[in-house]
Protein backbone atom coordinates (compact mmCIF):
# COMPACT_ATOMS: atom_id res chain seq x y z
CA UNK A 1 0.00 0.00 0.00
CA UNK A 2 1.58 3.69 -1.41
CA UNK A 3 1.64 6.01 1.72
CA UNK A 4 2.75 9.65 1.54
CA UNK A 5 3.66 10.85 4.85
CA UNK A 6 4.69 14.74 5.27
CA UNK A 7 5.49 16.50 8.05
CA UNK A 8 7.24 20.15 8.75
CA UNK A 9 4.63 22.42 8.49
CA UNK A 10 4.11 25.16 11.24
CA UNK A 11 3.79 28.32 12.05
CA UNK A 12 6.41 31.27 10.95
CA UNK A 13 6.59 34.98 10.58
CA UNK A 14 6.68 36.27 7.33
CA UNK A 15 9.79 36.48 5.85
CA UNK A 16 10.65 33.10 7.73
CA UNK A 17 11.75 29.57 6.49
CA UNK A 18 10.29 26.33 6.67
CA UNK A 19 11.57 22.96 5.28
CA UNK A 20 8.31 20.02 4.89
CA UNK A 21 9.52 16.53 4.27
CA UNK A 22 7.02 14.02 2.64
CA UNK A 23 8.28 9.66 3.28
CA UNK A 24 7.20 7.46 0.34
CA UNK A 25 6.52 3.96 1.58
CA UNK A 26 5.08 1.28 0.13
CA UNK A 27 5.68 1.79 -3.42
CA UNK A 28 8.32 0.36 -5.95
CA UNK A 29 8.91 2.26 -9.17
CA UNK A 30 10.54 3.21 -11.74
CA UNK A 31 9.86 6.05 -13.30
CA UNK A 32 7.18 8.73 -11.35
CA UNK A 33 6.92 12.85 -10.93
CA UNK A 34 6.27 13.43 -7.31
CA UNK A 35 5.06 17.09 -6.36
CA UNK A 36 4.15 19.66 -3.49
CA UNK A 37 0.44 21.47 -3.82
CA UNK A 38 -1.39 23.82 -1.73
CA UNK A 39 -4.63 24.62 -0.69
CA UNK A 40 -6.47 27.44 0.99
CA UNK A 41 -9.70 27.87 2.94
CA UNK A 42 -11.96 28.70 0.03
CA UNK A 43 -9.35 27.92 -2.73
CA UNK A 44 -8.59 25.06 -5.49
CA UNK A 45 -5.40 22.92 -4.48
CA UNK A 46 -2.82 24.14 -6.92
CA UNK A 47 0.72 22.91 -7.57
CA UNK A 48 3.45 24.39 -6.22
CA UNK A 49 6.91 22.60 -7.02
CA UNK A 50 7.26 18.39 -8.93
CA UNK A 51 10.26 16.75 -9.57
CA UNK A 52 11.09 13.94 -12.40
CA UNK A 53 14.22 12.59 -13.11
CA UNK A 54 15.93 15.49 -11.91
CA UNK A 55 14.01 18.09 -13.23
CA UNK A 56 12.03 20.30 -11.50
CA UNK A 57 8.81 22.46 -11.91
CA UNK A 58 7.79 26.01 -9.76
CA UNK A 59 4.74 28.15 -10.08
CA UNK A 60 5.30 31.70 -10.79
CA UNK A 61 4.14 32.47 -7.80
CA UNK A 62 7.33 30.49 -5.37
CA UNK A 63 9.56 30.52 -8.13
CA UNK A 64 13.29 31.30 -6.32
CA UNK A 65 11.92 30.71 -3.15
CA UNK A 66 10.75 27.49 -2.76
CA UNK A 67 12.84 24.27 -3.80
CA UNK A 68 11.68 20.90 -4.20
CA UNK A 69 14.12 18.32 -3.78
CA UNK A 70 14.74 14.27 -3.01
CA UNK A 71 16.88 12.57 -1.36
CA UNK A 72 19.32 9.64 -2.99
CA UNK A 73 16.91 6.88 -2.56
CA UNK A 74 13.88 8.99 -3.68
CA UNK A 75 12.26 7.85 -0.89
CA UNK A 76 11.75 11.33 0.86
CA UNK A 77 11.05 14.67 -0.93
CA UNK A 78 11.69 17.88 0.29
CA UNK A 79 10.43 21.60 -0.09
CA UNK A 80 12.61 24.38 1.11
CA UNK A 81 10.33 27.08 1.92
CA UNK A 82 12.03 30.08 1.74
CA UNK A 83 11.03 34.45 2.03
CA UNK A 84 7.73 33.04 3.15
CA UNK A 85 4.40 35.41 2.69
CA UNK A 86 0.87 35.71 4.39
CA UNK A 87 -0.31 34.33 0.70
CA UNK A 88 1.71 30.98 1.40
CA UNK A 89 -0.23 29.82 3.81
CA UNK A 90 -2.17 26.68 3.37
CA UNK A 91 -2.41 23.12 4.10
CA UNK A 92 0.44 21.60 1.74
CA UNK A 93 0.10 18.19 0.45
CA UNK A 94 2.95 15.93 -1.21
CA UNK A 95 1.76 13.67 -3.98
CA UNK A 96 3.24 10.73 -6.96
CA UNK A 97 2.19 9.93 -10.06
CA UNK A 98 1.70 6.41 -11.12
CA UNK A 99 4.84 4.73 -12.19
CA UNK A 100 5.24 5.25 -16.29
CA UNK A 101 6.04 8.96 -15.87
CA UNK A 102 8.01 10.02 -19.01
CA UNK A 103 7.04 13.23 -19.58
CA UNK A 104 9.53 15.44 -20.42
CA UNK A 105 8.30 18.32 -17.80
CA UNK A 106 7.02 17.34 -13.71
CA UNK A 107 3.75 18.41 -14.12
CA UNK A 108 1.66 20.67 -11.75
CA UNK A 109 -1.76 19.09 -12.24
CA UNK A 110 -3.70 17.86 -9.32
CA UNK A 111 -5.58 15.61 -11.70
CA UNK A 112 -2.31 13.90 -13.00
CA UNK A 113 -0.99 12.29 -9.59
CA UNK A 114 -2.58 9.53 -8.02
CA UNK A 115 -1.51 9.37 -4.48
CA UNK A 116 -1.88 11.69 -1.80
CA UNK A 117 -0.63 12.13 1.56
CA UNK A 118 -2.78 13.70 4.49
CA UNK A 119 -1.36 17.28 4.24
CA UNK A 120 0.53 19.56 6.94
CA UNK A 121 -0.27 22.99 7.90
CA UNK A 122 1.81 26.34 6.90
CA UNK A 123 0.54 29.32 8.53
CA UNK A 124 2.57 32.89 7.78
CA UNK A 125 2.06 35.29 9.78
CA UNK A 126 2.64 39.16 8.82
Known amino acids: QVQLVESGGGSVQSGGSLRLSCVVSGYTYTSVCMGWFRQAPGKEREGVAAIHDGRTSYADSVKDRFTVSQDNSKSTLYLQMDSLRSEDTAMYYC?????????????????????WGQGTQVTVSS
Open 95 to 115: AATKDGYYYTVPVLLPSEYDY
